[in-house]
C-alpha cells in the first residue's frame, strides 16, 4: 500500500490548520525511560527484594519475569538499546548492504544464532515481498535487488485539532520498490531470514566514525545509535511495549507506509505493501496482529499519566504509543516479526463515560471492540488497516 | 473481632469498624435465597446506603466467566475463527489459551461452577462426617496424578505449636481422619453496605465458622507428611441428607454458602461430587477462576461467601516470595471504576465498592499461579489498594489486572493502602485455589 493511499495522510490533508509540534522523534531520543518498566516485587511487601526468590523465569522461560528473546544481542536496560552483530553484504554490482539478523523460520539456527523463531516467515516469501540472496564463502550475502536512501530527514508535524493524523510525516529512510528486509537464502536451506538494512553503500571506514555513537543518520537508519564495523556491531533503539500485559522491548524497522514508517522511526519498505494481511492465526498468513491506538489517554498537566498510550500522546510527548502486540515467542505460538496493524479509536462515548485506559492485551482490545467502545478510525469496523510493520522483538520485561 | 491480630486491626477491619449504617437500620441479604424485604424497586424504606445488596458470587447461574471471557480471536479479522490455529496452550501450557489447572473437577462456565470429588472423612475425637474437597498439595507426583494444584509453599503453612494446620492420617479405607477442626454452617451470610460507599460495609456476617482448632489445610502423617488443602463444606451431616441437595437447592446451613449443588455417585452409594460457584478474577492479566473457601476475617469471609477459619490466623504474611512464605498475595482494590447505571456493565468495573453495589464480583488480581509463575500458594495474603482523590481526580482510575502493573501504581502513589497508608499485607488471608485460566 502506497504512502498515498494512506488514511492517515488523507485524513491530515484534510486538516484546514495544523499546529507545529514538536517532532515525536521518542523513538531514537526519547526513550531513556522505560515507562511500563515492572517496580520490584517488594513493593508493598515486608522484606527487601534480596530476600525473594529468582524470577520464575529464570527457572522456565515460559513463565513471568525478564527475558531476553533476541539473544543474539546484549540489551541495555539503561539506555534501552540492543547492540547486535552487523553483518555485512553487498548487492550484485558491489554496493555496501549493511544488516541485521533477527527471525528466522529455521527453528534450529534461529536457537544456534539467538535469533527468534517464527514459522510464519515461511508464509511470506510470497512475488516481492522477499529479496533472495546467495550465502558467499566469506560469509557475507549477496542480495539480488533493494536498496535504501538513507538521506532523507525524519519530520513529523502535529495535526490539529489532534496531534495524529500529522499534518506532515516523512520517515528518514525510504527503500526502492524491491527493498524489504526479508531475505530467503538460496544456499542455506531456501529459509527466511528478517535481515533489516542498516545502512546501504557506505564505506567501513565511514561508518566506523560512529563507534562511539553520534550515528549520521543520513547515512544510516534513524535507529541506529552507534555503529561499528570495526567490532562488527550495531547498536539500535528499541521501543516499549505489551504482549498479552507483559511489557516487553522490540526494534522498529520497516513499515510498509510512508506515515506509519514516520511515527515509528522506520524505513519505508515499499516491498511489503503486498503482504497479505487480516488474515491473522490461519494458514498462510505471515502477520501476526499489532493493536494500536489513535486517541488514548494523554498527560495531564505535564505529567506522566500512568494511563498514557497511543498516537496522539507519542507525537504530543514525545514518548512511545504503547503499542500491543499479539504472540510472541514464549508467550505464544503465532509470533511474526511482520505487524498487522489493527487501528483503534476510542469512541466519544466511551470517553465520556470514563471507560478509556491504557490497553495492555489484545484480547481485552478485542472485548473493548465487541461492546463497540473502540473502533477503526472515523467509527468504521475495527481490523487491518493495511499497514504492516516489521518489529522483531527483543525483550520480555516480565 | 477483638481476636484479631494487630495487622488485621489496623487494615481493613478497622475501615470497617469506622463504618456505620447512618439509619441504624440492617437490611440483612439472606445468602441461601439472594432475597430481601425490599419491593420491586428496590426500595424498602431505609436510606441508600443502606439497601440490600444482591449477593451476586454465590447465585448459581450467573456465567462466573462472562464479564472478563476473552473476546472471539477472530474479531476485526477477516476471517472466521475456525480458520485459527487452536490456542497456543494446546501447544504448552503456558502459553496463552485456556488451561484447566484443578483437573480434578469438571468447569461449566456457562454456570460459572467446577464439580469435584466430595471426600468423606471423620473427625477423630468425635467421629463425626467431616465433608472436604482437595484442591492443592505440596506433593508434586500425587498432585498431578490426582489432578490438584502444586503449592511448593505449602510446606510452609505447617509450624507445630501452631493451628495454621491440622493433622490428618490416611485409613485403611483411603479416608482421613482429622486430628481436630470443626465448622458450624448454620449462620446466615449477610452484608450490609457502608453509609458513604459499600465498603467497607456496616455489616458483614460470614455464612460458616471454624472453631479455633479449624483450618482447611491438614498434614498428613502417613501419607509422607505432605500438606493438603482440604476445605470443609459440610460438617457431620448424613449422606442421604447430602444426597438431597441434587435436585434440590442445597440447605446452606448444613453446607459451605459456595455449593450450588452435591450428588450422589457415580458408582457405589458413598461417592459424591460437589459442585461450587467460582470467582473471577485476573492472574498477570490472564481472567482466571478460582474457588473461595475460607478467609481468617470474618468480613472478608463475608464478602467472599467463604468460612471463617481464625485458625488461618496463625500463617504469617508479608513475606511473600521468601523463605518459609507460605503465601501468595492477592491484590484487591476497595474504590475500583463502578458501573455508571444498573443497565450497562463498565468495562472498568472492579473492586469490592463494585461487588457490595452491583452484586458481581470485586474482579481480584492474583499473583503466581501455576503455568505463570513457580509462587502459587492457594493462602493469599490481602494486598488492599485504594485509588487515591488525586488518580481519581485525573482521571487515572482504571480496572488494573496484573501485580506489577498495580505495584507501578503504588510506587507513584495513585493507590495506597487504606486511609492513606502505605500499601502491602492488611494479615487477612483468603484460602482460593485457582481452577481455570481463561487465556
Known amino acids: 500500500m502506497s504512502s498515498s493511499k494512506s488514511p492517515f495522510a488523507s485524513a491530515a490533508r484534510l486538516l484546514a490548520s495544523a499546529t507545529l509540534a514538536a517532532a515525536a522523534l521518542g523513538a531514537t531520543s526519547a526513550r531513556a525511560q522505560i515507562e511500563n518498566n515492572p517496580p520490584p516485587p517488594s513493593i508493598g511487601s515486608d522484606i527487601p527484594a534480596t530476600y525473594f526468590g529468582p524470577a520464575p523465569s529464570s527457572v522456565d522461560k515460559f513463565l513471568v519475569g525478564p527475558l531476553q528473546l533476541l539473544t543474539a544481542g546484549k540489551v541495555d536496560l539503561n539506555a534501552v538499546t540492543v547492540t547486535l552483530p552487523l553483518y555485512t553484504g553487498q548487492l550484485e554490482d558491489g554496493r555496501k548492504v549493511w544488516s541485521i539478523l533477527t527471525d528466522t523460520d529455521d527453528e534450529a539456527n534461529a536457537e544456534a544464532l539467538g535469533l527468534n523463531f517464527s514459522s510464519k516467515l515461511t508464509y511470506a516469501a510470497l512475488c516481492g515481498t522477499a529479496r533472495h540472496a546467495v550465502a558467499e564463502l566469506d560469509g557475507s550475502l549477496t542480495f539480488d535487488v533493494g536498496k535504501v536512501d538513507f538521506s532523507p530527514e525524519r519530520t513529523i508535524t502535529a495535526g490539529s485539532p489532534s496531534a495524529f493524523p500529522p499534518k506532515v510525516a516523512n520517515p528518514g529512510s525510504v527503500g526502492d520498490k524491491n527493498y524489504t528486509p526479508l531475505v530467503v537464502i538460496s544456499n542455506a536451506g531456501n529459509h527466511v531470514y528478517n535481515a533489516p538494512m542498516v545502512a546501504f553503500d557506505v564505506s567501513a571506514e565511514e561508518l566506523n566514525k560512529s563507534c562511539d555513537g553520534n550515528a549520521d543518520h543520513s547515512k544510516v537508519h534513524d535507529k541506529v545509535v552507534k555503529i561499528c564495523p570495526r567490532d562488527g556491531t550495531v547498536t539500535l533503539a528499541l521501543t516499549v511495549g505489551f504482549s498479552f500485559s507483559r511489557p516487553v522491548l522490540y526494534l522498529s524497522t520497516e513499515a510498509n507506509d510512508a506515515v506509519v514508517a514516520a511515527l515509528e522511526g522506520a524505513t519505508l519498505a515499499p516491498g511489503l505493501v503486498n503482504i497479505p494481511v487480516g488474515r491473522d492465526d490461519s494458514a498462510l498468513s505471515p502477520v501476526e496482529r499489532i493493536f494500536v491506538h489513535t486517541n488514548g489517554p494523554a498527560n495531564v498537566n505535564g505529567e506522566v499519566n500512568p494511563q498514557r498510550q497511543g498516537l496522539n500522546s507519542a507525537i504530543t510527548d514525545g514518548r512511545g504509543p504503547l503499542n500491543v502486540l499479539g504472540g510472541i515467542p514464549t508467550i505464544a505460538t503465532d509470533y511474526s516479526p511482520i505487524w498487522d496493524v489493527n487501528l483503534g479509536e476510542w469512541t466519544q462515548e466511551a470517553i465520556d463515560k470514563g471507560y478509556r485506559s491504557r490497553m495492555t492485551d489484545e484480547f481485552q482490545i478485542l472485548g473493548m471492540v465487541v461492546r463497540g467502545f473502540l473502533t477503526g478510525p472515523g467509527g468504521k469496523p475495527y481490523g487491518s488497516t493495511g499497514f504492516v510493520v516489521n518489529c522483531p522483538i527483543v525483550q520480555r520485561l516480565l | ?439
Open chain 2, 1 to 439: 473481632m477483638t481476636f484479631l491480630s494487630t495487622r488485621v486491626s489496623t487494615g481493613l477491619i478497622a475501615l470497617a469498624l469506622a463504618a456505620a449504617c447512618s439509619s441504624g437500620k440492617a437490611p440483612a441479604i439472606n445468602a441461601s435465597n439472594g432475597e430481601s424485604n425490599s419491593d420491586n424497586n428496590g426500595n424498602n424504606g431505609l436510606a441508600p446506603s443502606c439497601k440490600p445488596v444482591n449477593l451476586g458470587p454465590l447465585n448459581g447461574g450467573q456465567a462466573s466467566g462472562s464479564e472478563i471471557n476473552p473476546a472471539p480471536a477472530s474479531v476485526g479479522a477477516d476471517i472466521p475463527a475456525t480458520y485459527f490455529g487452536p490456542p497456543p496452550s494446546s501447544v504448552n501450557p503456558k502459553l496463552v489459551g485456556p488451561v484447566q489447572l484443578l483437573k480434578a473437577g469438571t468447569v461449566d462456565l456457562d454456570k460459572g461452577t467446577i464439580t469435584l470429588p466430595f471426600y468423606k472423612g471423620r473427625l477423630g475425637t468425635t467421629g463425626k462426617s467431616v465433608w472436604f474437597i482437595l484442591t492443592d498439595t505440596d506433593d508434586k507426583e500425587n498432585a498431578d496424578a490426582l489432578g490438584l494444584n502444586f503449592s511448593a509453599k505449602l510446606a510452609y503453612a505447617y509450624a507445630p505449636g501452631t493451628k495454621a494446620t491440622r493433622t490428618g492420617t490416611v485409613a485403611n479405607d483411603g479416608t482421613i481422619t482429622f486430628d481436630q477442626g470443626t465448622v458450624d454452617f448454620s449462620p446466615v451470610r449477610k452484608i450490609v453496605p457502608g453509609a458513604t460507599s459499600p465498603f467497607p460495609p456496616a455489616e458483614a456476617v460470614a455464612g460458616s465458622k471454624g472453631n479455633a482448632d479449624y483450618s482447611p489445610l491438614v498434614k498428613l502423617t502417613n501419607a509422607g507428611g505432605h500438606t493438603y488443602n482440604a476445605p470443609v463444606l459440610a460438617f457431620d451431616v448424613a449422606d442421604d441428607t447430602l444426597a438431597g441437595f441434587c435436585d434440590n437447592p442445597p440447605d446452606k446451613s448444613l453446607v459451605h454458602d459456595r455449593v450450588v449443588k452435591i450428588c450422589r455417585g457415580p458408582g457405589k452409594s458413598n461417592n459424591f461430587t460437589v459442585t461450587l460457584a467460582l470467582t473471577t478474577g485476573f492472574s498477570f492479566g490472564r481472567p482466571i477462576v478460582y474457588i473461595s473457601t475460607e478467609s481468617n476475617d470474618p468480613t472478608t469471609a463475608a464478602l467472599e461467601g467463604a468460612t471463617f477459619a481464625p485458625a488461618l490466623l496463625d500463617v504469617i504474611v508479608g513475606r511473600d516470595d521468601s523463605a518459609f512464605s507460605a503465601i501468595e498475595r492477592l491484590f484487591a482494590i476497595a474504590n475500583g471504576p463502578q458501573n455508571l447505571s444498573p443497565n450497562e456493565v463498565n468495562p472498568q468495573r472492579q473492586g469490592l465498592n463494585s461487588a457490595i453495589a452491583d452484586g458481581r464480583g470485586p474482579l481480584n488480581v492474583f499473583g503466581g499461579i501455576p503455568t505463570i509463575a513457580t509462587d502459587y500458594s492457594p493462602l493469599w495474603d490481602v494486598n488492599l489498594g485504594v485509588w487515591t482523590a488525586d488518580a481519581i481526580a485525573k482521571g487515572y482510575r482504571s480496572r488494573v489486572d496484573e501485580e506489577f502493573q498495580i505495584l507501578g501504581l503504588v510506587t507513584r502513589g495513585f493507590l495506597t493502602g487504606p486511609g492513606g497508608k502505605p500499601f502491602g499485607s492488611t494479615g487477612i488471608i483468603v484460602n482460593c485455589p485457582i481452577v481455570k485460566r481463561l487465556l
